[in-house]
């Protein structure tokens, strides 16, 4: 792994890095998991207050005395911890990009 100091310690040619094929391809990944995934967060995560608000869906009883609504606010917790945790392991490979961006500006 490079460090940071021997990268920085280098003129950087932050165009040449920007129309590189690599830089544009962790560009469109990060995309492509972030706009999904920051959409399906939104839509789950406003469902419930919209759905108690203009519904009565959520109101059944699903398991015993608890309601649908309760089920589903307990899903969000999952939902949160879930995303952070793909998230993050999605994070460990755009890392690994940026390192091979960093060592391919070094070697010129």
Request: glycine share 2%; with cysteine.
């Amino acid at each position: 792994m490079l460090s940071e100091k021997n990268f920085s310690d280098k003129e950087v040619n932050y165009s040449k890095i920007a129309s590189s094929s690599l830089f544009k391809t962790l560009l469109r990944s990060k995309k492509n998991f972030i706009l999904p995934m920051t959409i399906f967060f939104f839509v789950f995560y406003f469902a419930l207050p919209v759905m108690t608000s203009y519904s009565t869906v959520l109101n059944t009883n699903a398991l015993g005395d608890i309601t649908w609504a309760w089920i589903f606010a307990f899903a969000q917790f999952v939902m949160t911890w879930a995303l952070c945790i793909f998230y993050s392991k999605k994070a460990a490979r755009f890392d690994s990009i940026v390192d091979e961006i960093k060592r391919e500006e070094e070697l010129g």
